[in-house]
């Protein structure tokens, strides 16, 4: 990756710190709503985002992308939390770290590379979607009685007045300079704006405090047995999967935005061992934010620094500068992050849903919805399933023959991959009964890929054996021969002109 090589220019740092400064501000009510839906501290939110956002910023596998404590993962925690406490949640997010630093050394990550880009564009539109609903929850209020209802009347009005005035900020401050981030102009222009004229509206203060001190090593106050396993096991796995599902998606998108190559297995690791420390040090742990993330990259930021940048200007709003920061509007932050859902949903994917086949339209869709309904890692995985089982009952149909008659020789040249779909549409391709006695299956043109289709070919030369008649396979892999010969089939292997493959068995 050459621009990591790069010395980093004046103009360059200026722009990677300010896009920091932005991405802390950004990220401060995110870390606060996700605590809340945990149940746990405000701080313990913050911290993750600081140490899990600055470990990943220096060692992770994609400079540019920011990380911390996620809505994705905060839905997960909170059953935990609420039937154990927090000191559990501390131990199982050590454990989620060991297992993600595990698939990173066992360079699990690269099978991101599996995951179809139908499914990509419903991850993307699913988690714009999120995003801008967990914005909706700035525009209510908590009435006496403890219940959150929608805002009425001016206090409304001013909300949506000064959201829709960060909109338009951040739309048109591009196009007049770039010397500064727009997000973080439209941030302090609606501050100064609220301050100057001393409109009441709600700030980041007004969803909990977020002073603090430095975060300080502790130990999870948890019995070390087998019970306590037992209970944190299944949390950190699910955890490490969604985490990771989470950022190596987002590292592909930032991929696909930079036309740059992120490192996979790195990134694992990074994670893996923010979280590890994170655990240590009372944070919930965290992975990839695709909001702050794009905050990052329209801002400019293409290297490690604007991850670091963000981590400290975080750390350092909580030490020193939470008075100031918790009188920001939430309607400046909420229309930032409007402008990230605008900038992240794939509005392209609207224009060819009607272009593209029936089946991607449909893992588009299925993805976006069961990204908003459920989360990330189960929209993902049925996503890859059903494109794998479209893709499978497509390849199935397409296993053709075309038929040569040499003297008093069949031979049937094979067109299409065989698998196990594909067995009963194989099975149809061959007329036992007027077939002569010697019987070629040629493979020039298709492939063996499992112990399915083995088997069938197996059957196949048994059934011609039972009908006195022999059949023989050639332009097979020499794998494919090798096993064909054990399960005493016939096979013609040309050693000049053999394919090289591999054939997934079970053996």
């Avoid at 300010?18 to 991405?23: E, M, N």
């Avoid at 630093?101 to 979607?129: D, E, Q, T, Y």
């Avoid at 990839?288 to 400290?312: D, E």
């Avoid at 939470?322 to 930032?336: D, K, S, T």
Wanted: hydrophobic share 55%; proline share 4%.
């Amino acid at each position: 990756m050459v621009y990591m090589k790069n010395r980093l220019s004046l103009a360059q740092i200026k722009t990677e710190i300010l896009s920091g400064a932005t991405v802390a501000l950004a990220l401060i009510p995110e870390a606060v709503a996700f605590a809340f839906v945990a149940h746990v501290n405000p701080l313990v939110a913050l911290y993750a985002a600081f140490f899990v956002g600055l470990i990943t910023a220096v060692f992770g596998g994609r400079p540019g992308m920011n990380s911390g404590a996620t809505g994705a993962l905060a839905v997960v925690m909170v059953s935990l939390v609420v039937v154990h406490g927090v000191e559990y949640l501390f131990a199982t997010v050590i454990l989620m770290g060991v297992i993600q630093m595990i698939v990173g050394l066992l360079h699990l990550g690269k099978l991101i590379r599996i995951v179809p880009h139908p499914v990509m564009l419903g991850f993307v539109n699913g988690l714009a979607i999120v995003i801008c609903l967990s914005q909706l929850g700035h525009f209510k209020v908590v009435d006496a009685v403890g219940n959150q209802q929608w805002m009425e009347g001016s206090q409304l009005y001013t909300m949506l007045g000064l959201t829709a005035l960060t909109v338009l900020l951040v739309y048109l401050i591009p196009k007049v300079s770039k010397a500064i981030p727009a997000a973080l102009v439209a941030i302090l222009a609606i501050f100064a704006l609220t301050s100057f004229f001393d409109i009441n509206t709600p700030t980041v203060g007004s969803m909990g405090s977020i002073a603090g001190g430095f975060p300080e090593f502790h130990l999870p106050m948890v019995p070390f047995n087998i019970e306590t396993l037992y209970i944190i096991l299944p949390y950190s796995l699910i955890l490490a999967s969604v985490g990771l599902i989470e950022s190596l998606l987002t590292l592909a998108l930032v991929d696909e935005i930079t036309e740059t190559n992120g490192k996979n297995s790195q990134e694992c690791m990074a994670q893996g061992a923010a979280n590890i420390v994170t655990g240590f040090f009372g944070g919930m742990g965290g992975c990839a934010m695709i909001g702050q993330s794009m905050i990052n990259i329209s801002s400019g930021a293409r290297h490690r620094l604007s991850g670091i940048a963000a981590s400290l200007f975080l750390i350092s709003f909580v030490l020193f500068g939470a008075p100031i920061i918790e009188m920001i509007p939430l309607a400046a932050l909420a229309g930032v992050m409007f402008m990230v859902v605008i900038g992240t949903f794939a509005w392209s994917s609207l224009r060819i849903i009607n272009k593209i086949p029936r089946t991607d339209a449909l893992v588009i869709i299925l993805v976006s919805v069961l990204t908003v309904i459920f989360d990330l890692a189960i929209a993902v995985l049925i996503g890859v399933i059903i494109s794998a089982l479209f893709y499978a009952w497509d390849s199935a149909t397409h296993i053709t023959v075309n038929v040569e008659q040499r003297k008093d020789t069949k031979v049937y040249h094979l067109h299409g991959p065989l698998f196990f779909a594909a067995i009963s549409s194989f099975r149809e391709l061959f007329d036992l009964k007027s077939d002569p006695e010697n019987v070629i299956i040629n493979f020039q043109y298709s492939r063996v890929w499992d112990h399915s289709a083995l088997e069938a070919l197996s059957r196949l030369s048994q059934r011609y054996q039972d009908a006195g008649k022999t059949v023989s396979y050639e332009g097979v892999s020499r794998d494919c021969a090798r096993l064909l010969e054990r399960m005493e089939v016939t096979v013609k292997v040309d050693e000049r002109t053999a394919p090289c493959y591999e054939v997934v068995t079970d053996h």
